[in-house]
C-alpha cells in the first residue's frame, strides 16, 4: 500500500490541493494527516472539508496544536498573532467542523506504524523533536517501528539501530530510501502548508509498505495567491511572507 | 534459519542453493537458480552470531540498501533481497571468471596492459560516481571483468550513495577501508569524496607496475596514518621497465591531496587512454623517496588536514568535465572556428576544473588509397595537429588540461560521436557550417552529431547575414530540382 503523509497543513488550500493532486499522480492509496490542519492560513473550512471526505473515505486524521487551540477556550503557550490566528479561525468554522476536530485521537498505531502530530512520550503536550535525543525519547514511547510525524515543520529522517544509537538525515526530494527492517525509524514529512526550510514549495512524504521505500516530494503551489488570501483576511501579515521565504 | 545451517538443494527466499562457491569470515558466496530465471546469480549469506562485530552487519545493510539502486554494465545486477526479520540474504548477477587479484602474481605487468586494466576500470568507477556512489573500498578482489572487457565492481558494504543514509560513518568512528587501498582522507574519516576511489586505484595500478604495495599492509590506525606524511618509493626506482607516462599517472593518483589528483575517474581512463599526452612533471622523474627531513616536515604539518567540506558527488562532478572541442580548422572555416573557439572560451570561464579534448576529423576516403601525405608530401595527419594547436593556443588553458587529437574515419560525425563515447565526454562543443540547400537536404555533419551523441552538445553558428538568410529561406523549388537529381544519379548507378 502507498501512504501519502500530509503534516502541518495550516489552512493553506493552495499547497494542499497541489499535494493531493500530486499524491494522485504517484498512485497513492491512502492518506494520512498528521495533524495541524489549520492555523495561520485563510482557508480553513475548505481544508476542513477536504480532510474530512478524505477522513469519510478511509483516511486517518489525528489531532494537532492548532487544531486543539480552536477548540479550547485558554491558549497559553502560544504566541499572540498564532493566537489571533485561532481565535479568528474559530469565527469561520461551523458545527460540523467543530465536531470533526474534537472528535480526532492523539494518536493511532497502525501495524507497525505510529501517527502523531508531535511525540510519542506526550502526544498532548506537544513538546518538539529536533534533535537525536528527542527521536530515542519518542522511541522509547512506542512499539512500532515506524513513527510519522510533523510539528516541526522541516522534513529530518531519523533512524535508531539495534544498540539504540539515533541518527538523523536530511532526506533529499524524490528519491527512494529504503528503510531496513533492522533498524527502527522516525519520519517527520515535513510541512504541507508552511514549510520552514527556506524553500517555500509544499513537502508530503511517500511511504511504500510493500518496497518498504520512503519517498519525500517537494510540490510547488501559488504561494503568492495564499500570501494574499492571508491578507485579505485581516491576519497578520507577516504569515504569509513567510510562506513566501519559506522560513 | 542460519547461514552456518545452509546446504547444496535447500531453498531460501524462493532460491535454490546449487554450491557454496565462497565461505569467507564475513559472508557466505552460493550459487543459486530461480526457475524463472536463466540469468546465473550468486547469493550473499551474512553469516550472523552473537558477538560478531556490528559492523559486518550495517556492511550487509548498506550493500542491501546501494545495489538495487545501481545499474549498467559496471556493477553485477541486482536480483533480490531478504529480510532481517527472517534470513538475509542479497542475490546478485554472477560474473564468472576471477577478479583482478588472480592478475597480481603476474606483476608487473606490461605498460599497455597496466593502461588497459586501468582505463577500464576507471571507466566503472566513473559510471558509479556518475550514479552518486563511492565504492571506497576498491581493492584488486573486488574487480571483475565480463567476458565482453568491461570492468564490473562489487562488494558496496563500505559504499556511500549521495543521497541515502551514511550508516556506515553514523554508526562507527574509525577509519573503514582495506589497509593497502585506504585513502589518507578516509583514515581521516572522510567519506564523501569520490577521489578516494581514484587513490585506490591508484594504490592498484602501482602494484601492476611493481608486484609490490606503496604503503604496505599496515595493521594499526597509526600505520595507517603513515600515508598522509610518509612517501612511498616510485614505480621507476622498482621497476626500470616502468615509463614516465605511467609513474606521473600513478603518483598523481596517489597525490596525499585529493584536489592535485585527477578530478574524475573519467579524467584518469582518459590519461589511460591517451598515455602519448599525458603531461610529464616532476613526478614523472622522481627517483627517491623524500628525505626524513622532507619527511618530519610533512609529519609537523599533517594534523593541519581537515576534513573536507561534505559536498555531494553530483555537484563535484559538475566541476570537473571533460569538454570536447570539434575544430574544423580548414581556412575557409576561419570565422566558424573563431566563434567556436569563444564558445569554448565562455565554458571554461566558469568551469576552471574542466578539462578540454580539441578533436578534429580527417577524411578519409571510404574506398581507394588514402597515402596520407598532400600533393607537396607533406604528412597530413602532423599538419591537421599542428593546426588544431594553433586553434587552442589563444585559449591559454594549461597543458595539462588540454590534449589533442587527428580522427581519421570517412564519416566524421561517427567518428566524433564514437570518440565522445569512448572517451566520457560531458559535452561537445562543435561549429554548424552555414546553411546550404544541399547541407539541409543531406544532413550536416553537426546535426548527426546532436542526434547521436551520447551527452550534452553545443551547436556554434557565425552570426549569418540577413540577406544570405533570405537565400536560403528561398529556393525550395531548387530543392525540388536537387532531389530528384539525386534520385535519377541514385537510379542510373
Known amino acids: 500500500m502507498r501512504i501519502a503523509f500530509f503534516a502541518d497543513i495550516h489552512a493553506n488550500r493552495e499547497a494542499l490541493e497541489a499535494c493531493i493532486y500530486h499524491s494522485i499522480l504517484q498512485g497513492v492509496d491512502k492518506h494520512v494527516f498528521l495533524g495541524d490542519l489549520i492555523g495561520y492560513g ?19 486524521v489525528v489531532l494537532g496544536n492548532h487544531d486543539e487551540a480552536v477548540l479550547q477556550r485558554s491558549r497559553n503557550g502560544m504566541h499572540s498573532d498564532a493566537r489571533y490566528a485561532v481565535e479568528w479561525t474559530r469565527t469561520r468554522l461551523n458545527r460540523h467542523q467543530m465536531k470533526f476536530l474534537s472528535g480526532l485521537p492523539l494518536q493511532i498505531d497502525e501495524h507497525d506504524r505510529l501517527y502523531v502530530h508531535a511525540n510519542a512520550w506526550a502526544p498532548n503536550q506537544w513538546g518538539y523533536i529536533t534533535d537525536t535525543f528527542d527521536t530515542a525519547r519518542s522511541l522509547a514511547f512506542t512499539r512500532c517501528r515506524l513513527t510519522f510525524c510533523g510539528h516541526v515543520h522541516e522534513r529530518y529522517l531519523y533512524h535508531q539501530n539495534g544498540s539504540r544509537s539515533v541518527n538523523a538525515f536530511v532526506p533529499q526530494p524524490g528519491v527512494d530510501i529504503p528503510l531496513s527492517t533492522h533498524r527502527r525509524w522516525l519520519i517527520n514529512a515535513g510541512s504541507v502548508g508552511q514549510p520552514r526550510d527556506g524553500n517555500p514549495a509544499a513537502c508530503y512524504a511517500v511511504y511504500d509498505s510493500a518496497l518498504n521505500m520512503l519517498t519525500y516530494f517537494r510540490v510547488p503551489f501559488d504561494v503568492e495567491a495564499a500570501a494574499r488570501k492571508i491578507k485579505e483576511a485581516g491576519l497578520p501579515e507577516w504569515f504569509g511572507t513567510r510562506l513566501e521565504q519559506g522560513v | 534459519m542460519v547461514a552456518e545451517s545452509l546446504s547444496a538443494g535447500a531453498f531460501l ?3 535454490k542453493l546449487v554450491k557454496r562457491i565462497h565461505a569467507g569470515g564475513m559472508a557466505t558466496i552460493w550459487k543459486v537458480t530461480r526457475e524463472d530465471l536463466s540469468l546465473p546469480m550468486v547469493m550473499k549469506v551474512p553469516r550472523l552470531k552473537d558477538g560478531d562485530d556490528p559492523s559486518f552487519i550495517v556492511s550487509f545493510e548498506v550493500e542491501q540498501m546501494v545495489l538495487p539502486k545501481l545499474s549498467g554494465p559496471h556493477v553485477p545486477r541486482f536480483i533480490a533481497s531478504g529480510d532481517f526479520s527472517q534470513q538475509p540474504f542479497l542475490v546478485m548477477e554472477h560474473i564468472p571468471g576471477g577478479s583482478l587479484e588472480s592478475r597480481l602474481p603476474e606483476a608487473p605487468l606490461p605498460p599497455d596492459k597496466i593502461a588497459g586494466i586501468g582505463a577500464k576500470t576507471a571507466a566503472a568507477l566513473h559510471d558509479l560516481h556518475c550514479q552518486r556512489v563511492i565504492h571506497l573500498d576498491l581493492t584488486p578482489d573486488n574487480i571483475l571483468f565480463r567476458k565482453s572487457g568491461e570492468a564490473v565492481l562489487i562488494d558496496f558494504g563500505l559504499s556511500r550513495h549521495d543521497q541515502l543514509p551514511d550508516l556506515m560513518a553514523e554508526e562507527f568512528h574509525l577509519p573503514m577501508g582495506t589497509a593497502p587501498y585506504i585513502s589518507p582522507e578516509q583514515v581521516l574519516n572522510v567519506r564523501s569524496d569520490s577521489r578516494s576511489d581514484i587513490f585506490a586505484l591508484g594504490v592498484i595500478l602501482y602494484e601492476l607496475s611493481t608486484g609490490e604495495q606503496p604503503f604496505g599492509d599496515p595493521k594499526s590506525k597509526a600505520g595507517l596514518r603513515r600515508r598522509l606524511y610518509v612517501d612511498f618509493v616510485p614505480p621507476r ?5 616502468c615509463p614516465r607516462w ?11 591531496d585529493p584536489a592535485k589528483r585527477y578530478g574524475s575517474a573519467a579524467q584518469l581512463a582518459f590519461a589511460l587512454q591517451h598515455p602519448e599526452q599525458v603531461v610529464l612533471t616532476p613526478r614523472a622523474e622522481r627517483g627517491r623517496r623524500d628525505s626524513h627531513w622532507t619527511i618530519f616536515k610533512r609529519w609537523m604539518n599533517y594534523n593541519k588536514f581537515g576534513p573536507s567540506a561534505n559536498r555531494s558527488i553530483a555537484r563535484h562532478l559538475d566541476t570537473v568535465p571533460i569538454v570536447m572541442a570539434a575544430v574544423d580548422t580548414s581556412p575557409e572555416m576561419e570565422a566558424l572556428s573563431d566563434s567556436l573557439r569563444k564558445a569554448v572560451k565562455r565554458i571554461f570561464r566558469t568551469e576552471r576544473n574542466a578539462r578540454l579534448t580539441c578533436v578534429t576529423v580527417r577524411k578519409t576516403p571510404l574506398v581507394g588509397l588514402d597515402l596520407g601525405v598532400d600533393e607537396a608530401g607533406q604528412n597530413l595527419h602532423v599538419q591537421f595537429l599542428i593546426e588544431l594547436k594553433h586553434w587552442a593556443r589563444a585559449l591559454e588553458i594549461p597543458a595539462d588540461r588540454i590534449s589533442f587529437h587527428v580522427l581519421e574515419f570517412p564519416d566524421p560525425a561517427a567518428a566524433l560521436v564514437n570518440y565522445a563515447r569512448a572517451n566520457h565526454v560531458d559535452h561537445i562543443v562543435i561549429g554548424a557550417r552555414g546553411s546550404s540547400t544541399l547541407r539541409r537536404f543531406l544532413g550536416s555533419v553537426s546535426s548527426q552529431v546532436v542526434a547521436e551523441a551520447p551527452c550534452t552538445v553545443t551547436v556554434v553558428r557565425g552570426r549569418i547575414r540577413p540577406e544570405i538568410m533570405e537565400q536560403v529561406a528561398k529556393p525550395r523549388v531548387r530543392r525540388g530540382i536537387v532531389y530528384y537529381y539525386m534520385v535519377y544519379l541514385l537510379t542510373s548507378l
Open chain 2, 246 to 256: 605511467l609513474q606521473e599517472i600513478v603518483l598523481r593518483c596517489l597525490e596525499v
Open chain 1, 42 to 60: 485563510a482557508d480553513p473550512e475548505w481544508v476542513l472539508d477536504t480532510v474530512m471526505r478524505y477522513y469519510e473515505n478511509g483516511a486517518i
Open chain 2, 237 to 241: 626506482a622498482l621497476n626500470k621497465e
Open chain 2, 13 to 15: 527466499g524462493g532460491f
